[in-house]
């Protein structure tokens, strides 16, 4: 069965990077989308980023150009490599797997962003 692990979540400096990862099990790349979301306290879950079975990339507008979403095929991670991180950022962030040919979603625990000085 699928089961997604968060971590490397944490307090963070403005500005400062963090890198989370989810690790996956139960995942078959090529037939599941992978991707991050976030929720901060009373607002709605956003999309951080998305990977498609091929490798393409979306990300959400407010992380354009500061987050990366990337895999590791060999050891079934995902990872989201978080630059130039603002306070607006905090939130839990949460992994996602979807698969494409039975179209189930699976969530992670999530992982807590804290941006502050």
């Known amino acids: 069965q699928v089961q997604l692990v968060e971590s490397g979540g944490g307090l963070v400096q403005p500005g400062g990077s963090l890198r989370l990862s989810c690790a996956a099990s139960?995942?078959?790349?090529?037939?599941?989308?992978m991707g991050w979301y976030r929720q901060a306290p009373g607002e709605q879950r956003e999309l951080v980023a998305t990977l498609s079975s091929g490798g393409a990339t979306n990300y959400g507008d407010s992380v354009k150009g500061r987050f990366t979403i990337s895999r590791n095929g060999a050891e079934k991670t995902v990872y989201l490599q978080m630059n130039s991180l603002k306070p607006e950022d905090t939130a839990v962030y949460y992994c996602?797997?979807?698969?494409?040919?039975?179209?189930?979603?699976?969530w992670g625990q999530g992982t807590q962003v804290t941006v502050s000085s």
């Open positions: 139960g995942i078959i790349f090529s037939i599941y989308r």
């Open positions: 996602n797997a979807y698969n494409l040919w039975t179209r189930t979603e699976y």
